[in-house]
């Protein structure tokens, strides 16, 4: 079965990198759903949180490290760690039901981005949960436009901490 | 401190590698570097074409233990390095490439011979570098020494632009390595140890399979040693010929898709593997769910990723082979030598009942089986023996005794026809003073052949032995095995002159066509010693390998003749109170 594993993957920072970690899991066969990556804390290192589907995660996990420019692999419990991701929406908005749609975005912490005659903007930021939720209210009123950024992960610090905290994040 | 260029810094890097020999071709982009090598106490042989250095090196590499070195050029020099960079990757061959690239300021315009080295080799090697700064020439060559050798070996390329090269620098010595990423392991765990031997005291039907990891780290005694000890039968892998030595009463040979019936069984019965140094391939385990089906596996290799990547390894130890031979060994301390007399029985009962054979009749053509073992004889045993890829790889496997490490070489992962002649020449250029002997197909040496030029260019007197059986033979064997002998593309139908060829090259030509021109010719051979010599044997065609286990198929059932399959009961356990 195919399921869903979150790596955060510390890398050196140099050209080339991204592109050994994608043949990687590409040549052993294995789904990347996202890859999002970014400078980390110590310069020269940047960190890639890989979003990848795979059977079991032990050989994704070797394989990369195989990788000489892989320093450190852990993996993400989604319930021991902080997930973000951020969704660009474009949503039809005539004026007629602009307060409905508008109403929905503001439960949601969605923020206006860009207001047209026609549709409005917004920026979403939440775990991929809190994301799909929000697409699947406002998708009756037409999504004209989506983009998102593909999920970047933290490890809590305190373990078992309340669901309730990400709920709200 | 003196400028100098690249090149030169590149050159010198290579002999404070203590680089020897190197194996190239030169073109535009490696200009450079060819000319300060003109000077090097460095030796280079030019090959016919960059796929034969690179297996050169590979050859070399094998034969000597050290890092095998090649040299070419951008863009088809370099792409023609691909299929040896993939051999020594999947079998772990030590290799470091030098690939001459465009001037920095062609790199991505589809300039003339450019083609994108560092991202076509990615897969194929262990790591690879493109060096923009001549600053940095000296640090990547000693970094791709340090990973091609440490660890699980393998090979590494560094793409170098000619501007980098021609570029002037001060920086001629290399910084201390720091590779934050790289950490190979070769300590293994002192409780998986304690853990393994007591699997091994109380098992009643161990086997000790054994692979190429041992060769490369040089653990063949250990093996021995603890063979001996816990009086354990072993296996080996065909990368593991020489892991230990055929002839002592414990070996059973090689295992799998063409092993001794006695090796397979022994594995498929066995209650514990003792895996060391082996990666489970499929030319092995055959179904892997059916593979050793009442085994507890303890499984060592140097590569984390090799453990579990197959088959579940009930004792997982990472460490490189001969210290983690040692830990056993010590661990194992001054223990009773345990009673086997019965497993040991039922394995000589298969072996007694089930031998390799063929037929040769004195009239009748040569069985290129007969070739090996008379090549044997005639050598005492006494040579680095290659081979290619195919039947007659199998044959040399099963029908050579192979009593030390480092003296069979072959292409055992990727399966690489035309490997034999470039890797023979190799082999010899390293290990000058040995007897190089070729096994190849005509199929295969058709491939390569062009590096006879080579081996008589440069004076390396290899020897090859062309089973000629007008055929690709083992996809014939397929052919009529599982497609109704249906023949589609696999009769070479040419009728080539092999002794006029290579003497067309400068090598001397010889042939034998019954029986009994075999051993005079193999004498004929090995009495001349200036040039390569080739050797050509008109072999019986219809010649298949057996023992076979048909791919993807259980190892319960081996073939033993075309139309004999001895089959085991898969939960069936030899019954070990039998009598000899």
């Keep these: 079965m195919q399921i869903q594993h979150t790596l955060s993957v510390l890398v050196e920072d140099r050209p080339g990198v991204l592109a050994r970690v994608s043949l990687l899991l590409a040549r052993r066969g294995f789904n990347i759903h996202s890859l999002a990556v970014g400078p980390a804390r110590d310069d020269g290192t940047a960190l890639m949180t890989i979003v990848v589907e795979a059977p079991e995660l032990?050989?994704?996990?070797?394989?990369?490290?195989?990788?000489?420019?892989?320093?450190?692999?852990?993996?993400?419990?989604?319930?021991?760690?902080?997930?973000?991701?951020?969704?660009?929406?474009?949503?039809?908005?005539?004026?007629?039901?602009?307060?409905?749609?508008l109403e929905v975005a503001a439960i949601f912490k969605a923020i206006a981005v860009d207001v047209?005659?026609?549709?409005?903007?917004?920026?979403?930021?939440?775990?991929?949960?809190?994301?799909?939720?929000?697409?699947?209210?406002?998708?009756?009123?037409?999504?004209?436009?989506?983009?998102?950024?593909?999920?970047?992960?933290?490890?809590?610090?305190?373990?078992?901490?309340?669901a309730s905290l990400r709920a709200i994040g | 401190m003196t400028k100098r260029t690249g090149a030169e810094v590149l050159i010198t890097s290579l002999e404070s590698e203590g680089v020897d020999i190197v194996f190239g071709v030169p073109g535009g982009a490696i200009l450079p570097a060819y000319d300060p090598l003109y000077d090097s106490p460095i030796r280079h042989i030019l090959a016919r074409h960059e796929q034969g250095a690179g297996h050169m090196a590979e050859g070399y590499a094998w034969a000597t233990g050290k890092v095998g070195v090649c040299i070419a050029t951008s863009g088809p020099g370099a792409t023609n390095l691909v299929t040896p960079l993939a051999d020594a990757l999947i079998d772990s061959v030590p290799l470091v490439a030098?690939?001459?690239?465009v001037a920095t300021r062609s790199v991505g315009n589809d300039a003339f011979q450019e083609a994108y080295t560092v991202g076509i080799t990615m897969s194929a090697t262990k790591h690879n570098y493109f060096v923009t700064n001549p600053d940095d020439i000296a640090d990547a060559v000693h970094e791709a020494f340090h990973i091609a050798a440490t660890g699980r070996p393998g090979p590494v390329l560094i793409d170098i632009p000619k501007d980098v090269l021609a570029g002037l620098t001060t920086n001629h010595t290399p910084q201390e390595i720091h590779l934050p990423g790289y950490k190979p392991k070769s300590e293994g765990h002192y409780r998986k140890a304690k853990e393994a031997v007591s699997l091994i005291a109380s098992a009643t039907r161990p086997v000790l399979y054994v692979g190429g990891g041992i060769i490369k780290a040089g653990a063949h005694e250990e093996v021995r040693r603890l063979a001996e000890a816990a009086n354990l039968p072993v296996v080996t892998t065909l990368m593991g010929r020489g892991a230990f030595p055929d002839h002592h009463p414990l070996a059973l040979g090689m295992s799998?898709?063409?092993?001794?019936?006695?090796?397979?069984?022994?594995?498929?019965?066995?209650?514990?593997l003792i895996a060391i140094g082996v990666r489970f391939d499929d030319r092995v385990t055959g179904d892997p769910a059916s593979f050793a089906p009442h085994a507890k596996v303890i499984h060592a290799d140097i590569d984390p990723a090799e453990i579990g990547k197959?088959?579940?390894?009930?004792?997982?130890?990472?460490?490189?082979?001969?210290?983690?031979?040692?830990?056993?060994?010590?661990?194992?301390g001054d223990r009773e030598v345990p009673d086997r007399t019965s497993w040991l029985t039922v394995l000589d009962g298969w072996r007694r009942e089930y031998p390799l054979h063929y037929d040769q009749q004195p009239d009748g053509p040569i069985k290129p089986q007969y070739v090996i073992e008379e090549l044997y004889r005639l050598t005492g045993g006494d040579a680095i023996l290659v081979s290619g890829v195919g039947q007659h790889q199998m044959w040399a496997s099963q029908f050579w005794k192979f009593d030390e490490p480092r003296r069979w070489i072959n292409s055992g992962g990727l399966g690489t026809m035309g490997f034999a002649v470039p890797a023979a020449v190799g082999a010899k250029a390293g290990m000058p003073?040995?007897?190089?002997?070729?096994?190849?197909?005509?199929?295969?040496?058709?491939?390569?052949?062009?590096?006879?030029?080579?081996?008589?260019?440069?004076?390396?007197?290899?020897?090859?032995?062309?089973?000629?059986?007008?055929?690709?033979?083992?996809?014939k064997q397929w052919q009529e095995l599982f497609y109704s002998g249906r023949f589609s593309a696999t009769l070479?139908?040419?009728?080539?002159?092999?002794?006029?060829?290579?003497?067309?090259?400068?090598?001397?030509?010889?042939?034998?066509?019954?029986?009994?021109?075999?051993?005079?010719?193999?004498?004929?051979?090995?009495?001349?010693?200036?040039?390569?010599?080739?050797?050509?044997?008109?072999?019986?065609?219809?010649?298949?390998?057996?023992?076979?286990?048909?791919?993807?198929?259980?190892?319960?059932?081996?073939?033993?003749?075309?139309?004999?399959?001895?089959?085991?009961?898969?939960n069936g356990i030899p019954r070990l109170d039998m009598q000899p």
């Design chain 1, 58 to 101: 032990e050989q994704v996990k070797k394989q990369l490290h195989k990788l000489i420019n892989v320093v450190k692999i852990a993996e993400l419990d989604p319930e021991q760690s902080l997930e973000r991701e951020i969704m660009i929406v474009r949503v039809s908005a005539p004026s007629s039901r602009r307060g409905e749609v």
């Design chain 2, 98 to 101: 030098i690939t001459g690239q």
């Design chain 2, 433 to 475: 003073d040995e007897l190089v002997y070729a096994i190849d197909g005509d199929g295969c040496f058709q491939m390569t052949l062009q590096e006879l030029i080579t081996a008589a260019t440069e004076q390396i007197p290899v020897k090859i032995a062309i089973m000629n059986n007008g055929a690709h033979g083992m996809v």
């Design chain 2, 310 to 332: 197959v088959r579940k390894a009930d004792v997982p130890i990472v460490g490189d082979a001969r210290r983690v031979l040692g830990q056993l060994l010590d661990e194992w």
């Design chain 2, 492 to 570: 070479l139908g040419d009728k080539v002159d092999y002794v006029q060829l290579v003497e067309g090259m400068g090598c001397v030509g010889l042939r034998a066509q019954t029986p009994e021109e075999v051993a005079p010719v193999i004498e004929k051979s090995l009495a001349i010693d200036d040039r390569p010599v080739v050797v050509e044997f008109v072999v019986d065609p219809d010649e298949m390998v057996f023992p076979m286990v048909r791919a993807g198929g259980t190892n319960d059932e081996v073939m033993i003749g075309p139309d004999t399959i001895v089959k085991q009961d898969p």
């Design chain 1, 116 to 162: 047209g005659p026609a549709t409005i903007a917004f920026q979403v930021t939440g775990d991929s949960t809190k994301l799909r939720d929000f697409l699947n209210l406002v998708r009756p009123y037409g999504i004209t436009d989506l983009v998102t950024s593909g999920r970047i992960a933290m490890a809590r610090e305190v373990k078992n901490n309340s």
């Design chain 2, 256 to 272: 799998g898709m063409h092993g001794t019936y006695t090796a397979t069984t022994a594995i498929q019965k066995a209650d514990l």
